[in-house]
């Protein structure tokens, strides 16, 4: 795999450049094709690509597929796009994705600490970090219209078969490493679905032909 620009931290691009696309059944790359139409024909238009990806409690998956969106993005010189995350409901994201993400070479520092703290995830030095915290999917730091909204677990799915604004709402589900939470597998648990959503974003963003 090559890559069209290098200005990510050393460690991400050798994450990236180590990820293994063939590892994606074809049943997987058929879930996750409307995705890439989405943003083909956004970018063959030269229009605007917004991606809210959406999970119950906005604290795991929904997180780690905006991070590792927006960043796949940057790294096959995709523009304009611009990611986001929300839930059903709003809780905190939790500090296991947080750590997941530092050991995998992005910059995470939390600028509030509350209930919801703020996070700052940085993944080039020239780039807008990604602000992360847990926010409903409608929350005023999100898109109100021209957006897909990508349902990345199934109670999200079932609980919202209309989201306000989408232009399209696209299923691309993940298992929820939370059932391994506070258990000896737990780092290596968040490490794999990171893995795995780090891969399918990866093949997403080099089908597209800017």
């Known amino acids: 795999m090559t890559t069209r620009q290098s200005t990510l ?40 690509i917004r991606i ?13 597929s905006q991070v590792w969106a927006q960043t796949m993005a940057h790294y096959f010189s995709i523009k304009n ?3 986001y995350s929300g839930g059903t409901e709003a809780t905190a994201l939790f500090p296991m994705v947080a750590e997941t993400l530092q050991h995998s070479g ?7 600490k509350n209930n919801n703290p703020i996070y700052s995830i940085k993944y080039a030095d020239n780039e807008h970090p990604v602000i992360g915290f847990s926010k409903k999917l409608d929350d005023d730091f999100n898109p109100k219209s021209e957006f897909a909204a990508i349902m990345t677990c199934d109670s999200a799915n079932e609980a919202c078969p ?11 589900t993940f298992e929820d490493p939370k059932a391994y939470d506070n258990t000896p597998q737990q780092a290596e648990k968040y490490n794999e679905r990171s893995l795995q959503i780090a891969t399918e974003l990866c093949y997403v963003f080099s089908q597209i032909n800017s």
């Open 9 to 48: 931290f050393s460690e991400i691009e050798e994450f990236i450049q180590k990820l293994n696309l063939q590892t994606i059944s074809d049943e997987r790359k058929s879930v996750i094709q409307p995705l890439i139409d989405f943003i083909q024909t956004k970018t063959s238009s030269n229009e605007q």
């Open 52 to 64: 809210n990806f959406i999970c119950t409690h906005n604290s795991r998956r929904s997180h780690l």
């Open 81 to 83: 796009v611009h990611c």
């Open 106 to 112: 992005f910059q995470v520092n939390k600028i509030s």
């Open 162 to 172: 209309f989201v306000s604004g989408a232009e399209k709402r696209i299923p691309i």
